[in-house]
């Protein structure tokens, strides 16, 4: 099986990688601790995202697709994020082969769950099932 340099590179000497203290919002794609899974964290300044790390359980694409969906969305507000589909994300990562797709699958549905905590905290709902939010420990 043959990786593009680019999931090399990030696979080799990953950016962001790391349980942050203290994040404003989680977004979670799997089942942590029960197979593959990537948990986003993200500190916000308003709407507009100041860091982002993520943990992740799996292959060299899961590493890959967690870093660098943490660089490509520091400094964008995170409505903009929305443009990082799947799609997106395996085409910025040089293709991934088919059975290897859902690593970047994972990477959208846990930048997706950060979209809809983030959602339901702006409209006051206290139902955050697998988020954590400010203030608030799982």
Request: proline letters at 5%; hydrophobic letters at 40%.
């Amino acid at each position: 099986m043959s990786y593009s340099q680019i999931v090399l590179d990030y696979f080799f000497a990953p950016r962001n990688c790391f349980r942050m203290d203290n994040p404003d919002v989680v977004g979670i794609a799997g089942n942590p601790g029960n197979g593959p899974f990537m948990v986003l964290y993200l500190k916000l300044d308003g709407e507009l995202i100041v860091r982002a790390s993520f943990q992740t359980h799996g292959c060299a694409p899961s590493v890959a697709a967690g870093s660098l969906v943490t660089e490509r969305i520091r400094g964008l507000a995170l409505r903009e994020t929305a443009v990082w589909t799947e799609q997106a994300i395996n085409d910025a990562l040089g293709g991934l082969p088919p059975h290897k797709r859902y690593c970047s699958a994972m990477a959208a549905a846990a930048l997706y769950d950060l979209q809809v905590a983030v959602s339901l905290a702006n409209m006051g709902s206290t139902y955050f099932a697998g988020h954590q939010q400010k203030g608030r420990q799982e």
